[in-house]
């Protein structure tokens, strides 16, 4: 079993939707990390989470520390938004291990 | 913000030949910059983290003589991957860090023919 899992693996919506990625975690962290990666290989750090609740524009980043979860929100999806989202945890010494993704595609 | 390069974006070299790729924190110093690899279809795995001025730590698994990793100033980190093999053609990314944020590199593909 993997140390992070992420629901779904892949996700289709149409523009202006609603989008819930979920990601669940085995061991003890001390962030949590959501990234975006672009077709062309580029990532992008959206969020860095320790506790509660974090936005930025449309995203929404929420993390529950006793049940090892978090989910990335986006509201009123994009053609744009498109991309892949991955979740990934930081353990000691600042040490990444990466969920699969979520491949999404948000159709206009 | 804080950017991240890498060069070069991408290459193709033949079995049996070196490669370096650079990573540089262009407006930042970073004190740790970490190595990843990405398999098509695959999530990213680190393969070794890199401080200024110390030896890298490698991840199980990973060859550090296939791997050298020198991280020579607080800007700038490069990995040679020695003698590539066509299964070492992958898509290679950096990230730097400062304080606890990462930023990445938009990596680079290695393919080995």
């Known amino acids: ?39 062309g290989g580029g990532i992008v750090s959206l969020f860095m989470l320790s506790s509660g609740k974090k936005k930025h524009g449309r995203l929404i980043a929420t993390i529950n520390i006793q049940e090892k979860h978090s989910s990335l929100h986006i509201t ?6 498109s991309a892949v989202y991955i979740c ?8 990444l291990t990466f969920g699969e993704g979520t491949q999404l595609t948000v159709n206009p | 913000g804080a950017v991240v390069s890498q060069h070069p974006s991408w290459v193709i070299c033949k079995s049996g030949t070196s490669v370096k790729i650079e990573c540089r924190s262009l407006d930042f110093q970073a004190t740790t910059m970490f ?3 990405q398999f098509p279809k695959q999530s990213l795995m680190l393969m070794a983290t890199s401080n200024e001025g110390s030896k890298a730590t490698y991840e199980q698994g990973v060859e550090k003589d296939k791997f050298l990793i020198n991280h020579a100033s607080l800007t700038l980190s490069t990995l040679t991957v020695t ?3 066509p299964e070492d053609s992958s898509f290679y990314i950096c990230s730097a860090s400062q304080t606890r944020e990462q930023y990445f590199g938009p990596g680079t593909r290695l393919t080995v023919t």
Request: charged share 15%.
């Open chain 1, 1 to 39: 079993k993997n140390e992070v899992e992420q629901s779904p693996q892949n996700l289709t919506a149409q523009e202006g939707e609603f989008i819930t990625i979920n990601c669940s975690y085995s061991v003890g962290i001390s962030a949590l990390h959501w990234l975006q990666q672009h077709p």
């Open chain 1, 76 to 81: 009123a999806s994009h053609p744009r938004d």
């Open chain 1, 88 to 95: 990934a945890v930081e353990t000691s010494g600042s040490r």
């Open chain 2, 35 to 37: 190595w990843y690899r």
């Open chain 2, 83 to 85: 003698s590539a093999h």
